[in-house]
């Protein structure tokens, strides 16, 4: 089995007194507004707020912005979350690009300039924790084309704006993202002129994915330039490029290009040298090519092409039944984020890092109450190990043959890392168009070659899930439930839902497979 050594030898023990211990202790602590709290907490997701009460104790007041069945990726922060967040002592958030950038431009514009913002992963190896590069590969036929930002950008909150100028060509653009609830959020439209609304933002070194719509085909040039700007109003144009697109297979590519047409990619402004460029995955593991952008063609080919659904929310796109060619945005939802992976705590060994920085950073806000941040860190840490003991000790029961994990997002390599797992395929619907025949046939192949027992929805992702529903009853597989991001009535604590996940792996993966 990977993973830890210290995992392979340990005995499953689950006791009354732990069980009882984290039922104890998932909500405890004094609200925000607490009289006898010592600092007042905002953290951005539930599994944070709950790691920090856990350390806190009496002496701090704890919310989260991110209710619970919330969604980090995609959440919208309201006035009252800013209105919690401006009498923040110290803000928690996970960092490495996990919150939804309205969240963290929301904290950075409310909570005051004195108060410290954490983002716990992003110094995690000092505490003891790993990090892992993410990995995208839904093995699309055709290119999965997003927007990325590189190069760091100064200033508190800064982020960059890329804005489309002009287009050339036979038809029109529409580039879109689709959220959560299946709602298009339109970002360039050129069927009503192209100005300064035709734009979207980005914090440094990151990226997101969108759905890219041409009405007709044949080639087209598109220009877009970025600026960076900062929360005191300063601006910096950083550029401009010119990007080829072919739609449509009788569209002839450019001699002396190179013509990507599949993998994963994305339009790039550099913030730092000023350049603009397309970045390609290359062969090797986190290996990028920067295409010029006038060195490049974007291949938008026939089998992309779709038909413009009925659904009203849809009608930017024409009228319903028209074609459309489209490169899809793959990803559900508002899906910001940089090359590491954000989803750290599934690795229990993780959360003991997490649960040190907490207790570091605590220290440093509120010196008086060291003895009891520490006595509470001491206890937590002591139960994080038993669970991390047993819930190896649970997955080591899976046969060998059966450790792989098909899920509705990709937030569970860690896990698969430390217990012995395989991250065989991760599946999120193309949430405004029917998946393509290609798609539903490839996740069937890999369910059926793989011998995957069984599949697993997220609670909150569950209602976007379709395909992956009905592909795995054609298949005959089991479908489960494991959590990732988020809580629910159910499971609202981070040892209820680790326990969870490895009880329901060991019971869906098991000898039967079900």
């Known amino acids: 089995m990977r993973g830890h050594p210290r995992r392979t030898t340990v005995a499953l023990t689950v006791t009354g007194a732990l069980l009882a211990g984290a039922g104890a202790t998932a909500c405890g602590g004094p609200r925000a507004g607490s009289s006898d709290a010592a600092l007042t907490v905002s953290a951005t997701t539930p599994v944070i707020a709950h790691r920090v009460r856990q350390v806190g104790g009496d002496r701090v007041a704890v919310t989260s912005i991110v209710p619970h069945h919330g969604d980090p990726h995609s959440y919208e922060p309201s006035p009252g979350d800013a209105a919690k967040v401006t009498r923040a002592d110290i803000v928690f958030s996970n960092g490495l690009l996990l919150e939804e950038p309205g969240i963290m431009k929301m904290v950075h514009n409310n909570a005051p300039r004195s108060t410290p913002k954490i983002p716990l992963a992003e110094r995690l190896e000092q505490y003891g924790g790993t990090v892992m590069r993410l990995k995208e590969d839904l093995g699309l036929d055709v290119l999965w084309l997003g927007w990325a930002v590189e190069g760091e950008v100064p200033g508190d909150g800064s982020q960059v704006r890329t804005t489309v100028t002009r287009l050339e060509g036979p038809g029109d653009l529409r580039v879109y993202l689709t959220d959560t609830l299946g709602t298009p959020q339109v970002y360039v439209d050129s069927a009503d002129g192209l100005d300064a609304k035709d734009s979207f933002t980005l914090p440094p070194e990151a990226h997101t994915h969108v759905n890219w719509a041409f009405s007709k085909p044949g080639t087209y040039r598109l220009t877009v330039k970025g600026r960076t700007e900062t929360l005191d109003g300063k601006t910096t144009d950083i550029g401009s490029g010119t990007f080829t697109f072919t739609v449509g297979d009788a569209a002839p590519a450019p001699k002396a290009t190179t ?24 062969g090797k593991p986190g290996e990028r090519i920067r295409h010029p952008a006038g060195d490049v063609v974007l ?27 489209v490169l899809p945005q793959a990803v559900i939802g508002k899906h910001v984020h940089g090359d590491l992976d954000p989803h750290a705590w599934e690795d229990v060994a993780n959360a003991q890092a997490y649960v040190r920085r907490v207790e570091a950073e605590l220290v440093k806000a509120d010196p008086d109450g060291r003895s009891t941040y520490e006595k509470n860190t001491r206890a937590y840490l002591k139960t994080l190990g038993r669970l991390d003991a047993d819930v190896a000790a649970k997955l080591a029961t899976v046969p060998e043959r059966n450790r792989k994990l098909i899920t509705t997002h990709d937030a569970f390599g860690y896990l698969a890392r430390a217990y ?18 290609a798609q539903v046939e490839q996740l069937g192949r890999t369910i ?60 869906c993966l098991g000898k039967d497979g079900r």
């Open 299 to 325: 291949n938008v080919p026939d089998r992309a092409k779709e038909s413009v659904p009925k659904e009203k929310p849809y009608a930017f796109l024409g009228r319903p039944g028209d074609d459309v060619w």
């Open 259 to 282: 013509v990507l047409d599949g993998g994963h990619a994305d339009v790039t402004l550099n913030a730092e040298t000023h350049k603009v460029y397309v970045r390609a995955n290359g």
């Open 448 to 507: 059926r070659e793989k011998k995957v027992p069984a599949v697993f929805l997220e609670p909150n992702l569950a209602s976007r899930a379709d395909v992956l529903r009905r592909v795995a009853r054609d298949q005959g597989v089991g479908v489960c439930t494991i959590y990732g991001d988020s809580f629910d009535d159910k499971v609202d604590d981070y040892v209820s839902m680790m326990r969870h996940n490895a009880d329901e792996l060991a019971r």
């Open 420 to 437: 012995g797992m395989e991250v065989a395929g991760f599946v999120v619907p193309v949430p405004n168009q029917e998946p393509s025949a």
